[in-house]
């Protein structure tokens, strides 16, 4: 009934700038906290930001002062701003949005850092 569509993934330069999006759609009621995780390769999937229902927001000490977690409520839309790119930055980036209690994964998107 509600899916995550994940966008504003690429290849970018090591210094560069990428801006992801995750909109949900479908039967929703409320949505709670956004969350935002990345994988790379033959590594677990981590933390890197989350935003609350009511804007404060976490980061990963990696990313922190570098990436900055958004929301858009009318467009049920999850952002994730990342500036200054480095190449350990590079994954597959998933969104999590607890929908009406319930969790949801968007699909993910790789983010490619090259040095």
């Known amino acids: 009934q509600v899916q995550l569509v994940e966008s504003g993934g690429g290849l970018v330069q090591a210094g560069g700038s990428l801006r992801l999006s995750c909109a949900a759609s479908?039967?929703?009621?409320?949505?709670?906290?956004m969350t935002w995780y990345r994988q790379a390769p033959g590594k677990q999937r981590e933390l890197v930001a989350v935003?609350?229902?009511?804007?404060?927001?976490i980061y990963a000490d990696s990313v922190k002062g570098r990436f900055t977690i958004s929301r858009d409520n009318a467009r049920n839309t999850v952002y994730l701003q990342m500036n200054s790119l480095k190449p350990e930055d590079t994954a597959v980036y998933y969104c999590?949005?607890?929908?009406?209690?319930?969790?949801?994964w968007g699909q993910g998107t790789q983010v490619t850092v090259s040095s």
């Open positions: 935003i609350s229902s009511g804007g404060s927001t």
């Open positions: 479908g039967s929703i009621f409320s949505i709670n906290a």
């Open positions: 999590r949005i607890i929908v009406d209690s319930r969790l949801y």
